[in-house]
């Protein structure tokens, strides 16, 4: 069959730009749907429905859900779909401190089939409203989730892993191999579960950002040529172990230098 002749899903067909890749395999998402355990009255919200193959068992089980979505097309469908509240927008403009004051006193319920392309910057638009959320669940590249999850001493901990450890416990709780998604990606996924920690007092997320992104900044080098030259210029004179790569120092301990360098 010619490719472009491919049988679409309800006559849409996929679209690159948007990153699509819908998922088709009824047994995961089964597993995704357990997983996320949606309940009525809950505040869920999904970025990205595409066809629906997660919308429709979630709202199955909780009733009530709100979508957010860009592909116009797609947003026309939804539309007509009573138990939906549809925000037709990129994600990256959306206002979640507004969709959680529509909700609350309910906390959030964020889930998710993320594209590939722009997965990091989504989870850093959401970093913000931590406090307005009650767990997130983001099929993301089984990669990105290693990252994610990764504690200190190995390969997969970097920047990510420490920027989002430092606001959630993570854990990777499905894994989805491209057999799942029509058309099947080049990369394997996995489904993350993401629950708000209190935050810790003191701490400037721009300059913690700074601060580990000069410290991953040239892996392989010890600290004291990255991150130590950079406390130096900024006279910041404080206890820091500078002779380890940055794998090797916990969240913990970045967190302490961010508040040390607070002004």
């Keep these: 069959m010619h490719p472009e002749r491919k049988s679409s899903h309800k006559g849409h067909f996929a679209r690159k730009r948007f990153g699509q890749h ?7 998402i089964e597993d995704i749907v357990r997983a996320i355990k949606p309940k009525p009255g809950q505040a869920l919200v999904e970025i990205g429905p595409g066809l629906g193959a997660m919308t429709d068992p979630v709202v199955a089980e909780c009733e009530h859900l709100t979508v957010i979505e860009l592909d116009r097309d797609l947003v026309q469908r939804l539309r007509q779909r009573p138990e939906l509240t549809v925000i037709e927008s990129d994600v990256l403009k959306v206002d979640f401190g507004a969709v959680a004051q529509e909700h609350a006193p309910k906390k959030l319920r964020v889930i998710g089939n993320l594209p590939y392309n722009i997965s990091t910057p989504i989870l850093f638009h959401l970093l913000p409203w931590a406090d307005h959320i009650e767990d997130q669940h983001f099929m993301l590249q089984k990669e990105v989730v290693d990252r994610m999850v990764a504690g200190p001493g190995g390969k997969d901990y970097g920047r990510l892993s420490v920027m989002l450890q430092w606001r959630y ?3 990777s709780v499905v894994d989805v191999p491209p057999t799942a998604f029509d058309p099947p990606p080049r990369v394997n996924s996995a489904v993350v579960r993401m629950v708000p920690l209190p935050a810790t007092e003191g701490i400037n997320q721009k300059l913690l950002g700074e601060i580990v992104t000069v410290a991953f900044s040239q892996r392989r080098k010890l600290l004291r040529h990255t991150l130590g030259a950079w ?7 404080v206890e820091f172990n500078a002779t380890r ?4 120092v916990p969240v913990a301990e970045y967190l302490a230098l961010a508040k040390h360098c607070q002004p």
């Design 245 to 248: 790569r940055a794998e090797e």
């Design 231 to 237: 406390l130096t210029a900024r006279g910041v004179d």
């Design 169 to 171: 416990h993570m854990e």
């Design 22 to 28: 819908f998922l088709a395999d009824v047994g995961v």
